[in-house]
């Protein structure tokens, strides 16, 4: 994937892609937003398309984002926690592996982030709450204890 930003005026940036452009206009909108709802679309996007592969129909999709980013600069994230709320023809097991298809293997977006980031959900499918501030598998931000790592002998 390749693509151009190129100063405009201000701080107004057009982004050239392979396949469109877009303006990004700061502070109305600031990068960082921008990458969290890329990071949420990604993931909306696999709610939409899993079940439809699959012969289901999604309506209602909102997808919400909550991010803790750390005090000091670069101000990474520290913490997303992403709440789906959607209905859809199928059951709540099937609706929850989408969600869970979505995090933890097909969202690439996601997937940049996880090892850095701490990464919930929750999910709401057609109007009862089926998960709670659920973690992901694998992944899990920068607490990762990795032990004691002993140097190979010489």
Not at 56 to 74: E, K, M, S
Not at 113 to 134: F, K, P
Request: glycine fraction near 6%.
């Amino acid at each position: 994937m390749k693509l151009s930003v190129i100063h405009k005026k201000d701080m107004k940036f057009e982004v050239k892609t392979a396949k469109s452009s877009f303006i990004i206009d700061c502070p109305t909108i600031s990068p960082v937003e921008y990458f969290l709802s890329g990071l949420i679309t990604c993931s909306a996007t696999d709610i939409i398309l899993f079940p439809k592969k699959q012969g289901y129909t999604v309506t209602d999709l909102v997808v919400d984002g909550d991010v803790i980013r750390a005090q000091g600069h670069p101000r990474k994230f520290v913490k997303l926690h992403l709440t789906y709320n959607f209905k859809s023809d199928a059951d709540d097991t099937l609706a929850a592996r989408w969600v869970m298809a979505s995090v933890e293997t097909y969202c690439s977006t996601i997937n940049t982030i996880r090892d850095t980031t701490e990464i919930t959900y929750s999910i709401t499918h057609n109007g009862n709450l089926i998960r709670e501030n659920e973690k992901m598998i694998s992944g899990g931000g920068s607490k990762i204890d990795m032990g004691e790592i002993e140097a190979c002998p010489s």
